[in-house]
Each structure stands twice: as C-alpha cells, then as structure tokens.
C-alpha cells in the first residue's frame, strides 16, 4: 500500500480532482440554473467542495504517514547502526581485559618458574570428532612448537600435548582425550599413579586416576598434579580435582574420577612449554 501510494498517488489525485468538477457541472446542469452563478455555487460548488476537502485532507493523512513512517525507518537503522558499535566496543573492551588479565598471570608464572620457555598461541580450531578431544593451535614448528610439548594455560593448569605439528600450526591433544597419560600424584597423601582418557568419561569432559600403588588412598576432593615422572611434563602442573573414588568391577582396585582444573569450553588461548628443567 505504501509503495502503491507513493508510485501512483499524484495521478490518482488528479483523477479524484477532475471528476469532482464534472460533479460540479453536472450539477449545475440539472438545477437548470446556468447563468445564475449564486445557485451554482451555492447547490453544486459547496457538496464538490467538502469532497475536495474530503479527498486532500485524506491525501495530506496519508502522504504525513508515509512520510512520517520513512523519517522512522531511518532513524531505526541510525539507532541500530550506533548499538551495533557500542556493542563491538563492548566486545574490544572485554577482550583487552581478559588478554591484560592472561598477561598478568603469565607474568606470575613466568617468575615462578624461570626454568620455562613459553610459546603462546591461539585456538583457531576445535576437533568435531566425537572419538576425540583435540583442537588446532596457530604456532607450529618454525615457532619452536614441536609435538611432545606441555600446553598449559596462564595459571599453570594443564591443558594436554601437541600431538601434531607443521610449519604454522600445531594440534594438541586434551588431558581427557583418549590417547593421553600423564604421570601424576595426588597432592594430599602423595599418592602417584596415571590420568588418563576415558572413552566414557571424556563425554562427561573428565578423566580417570588409576594405576595407582597399593595401599594408595585418594579422596574426593584431593587435588592431583604432575609427577613430573618420565620427563614429559614438568612437575607440579595442576591437572584437576578428584570428584569421585570408585572400584574397579572386582571392588578391590580404587580408581578416581577427575575434574580438569582448566574449563577446556573456554579456552581461547594457550601456553606451550617448549622447554622446562627436568627434575630427577
């Protein structure tokens, strides 16, 4: 309607216009008063005339509306253009942040382990495998990135392992993937065993505690670290909490249920140790 009114408004106007004057002789016509021009005017001109008025004071409602409406719209698309930048603002701001947060953290760990040589790196991939947990990072071997590397996050918490590299990229396997182990131990009695990747708990985006000596006591609650055994990761990393102790099927072996200490969901950048002094 409104475009309709806006192509064919005017000739449609002129139309309304001429056939109110053929009203206007056609009644003068009739009242057989022709050259009397007081009884044209006064029985033929004042009904045209309200018609008239009628028809421009509909036109002047209509033309105001579209009008009106047009001036609306561009002020909606002015106001959604000025939100539209507040709301990247916004973004940009919380994102200096989070990095000016990261960098500070870094910088903590950095003093506490000077023994570290750290790459970091952004997360430009995740894994759609639902077999495994891995996603691709931007650095790779002519960064100094190779595959074995610690991924760490900027408070130290563990993250996994490259497990693939090239030239500008490398992919790293989660600490709840299937194909990871990691030596650890359990900070509150001493405990060592293994976390590794579980097929069944990785959906539930937790890992399993096992292999661990006889006699070993683990509690919910407990925190589990890096050994720092076999020379893979350093020692003291923070891989995650036990949640649960449970049995093996014959109810005799203890296993745990780990939580990563690291929100794997999100991550958005990591750290790579690319060299570390291994403790004895």
Known sequence: MKEYLKKYGIPVGVIVLALALLIMVSAAARGGATSTVHNVTGTAVAPVQKVL??????????????????????????????????????????????????????????QKHTDYTLESAKIVLWSSSNWSSTFTISKGTLDGVDIGMPVITEYGALVGQVT???????????????DMSVGAYVGATGSSGMVVGE?????????????????AQIFVGDE??????????????????????????????????????????????????????VVE
């Open 53 to 110: 008025s009628s028809a421009a004071n509909w036109f002047k409602s209509i033309y105001g509306y579209l009008y009106q409406y047009d001036s609306l719209m561009a002020e909606n698309e002015s106001l959604r253009a000025q939100l539209a930048d507040a709301q990247a603002s916004a973004r940009a701001g919380i994102e200096a942040t989070e990095e000016n947060v990261r960098l500070r953290e870094l910088n903590n760990l950095r």
């Open 164 to 178: 693939e590299a090239g030239d500008h990229w490398a992919t790293v396997s989660t600490l709840i993937d299937v």
């Open 199 to 215: 097929f069944s708990l990785m959906k539930k985006k937790t890992a399993k505690l096992t292999f661990l000596a006889d006699g």
């Open 224 to 277: 589990v670290l890096t050994s720092g055994q076999g020379g893979a990761f350093p020692a003291g990393l923070v891989i995650g909490t036990i949640s649960n102790v449970q049995t093996e099927a014959g109810g005799q072996i203890e296993y745990g249920i780990v939580v990563p200490q690291v929100q794997l969901d999100s991550l958005v950048q990591v750290f790579i140790i690319k060299s570390f002094e």
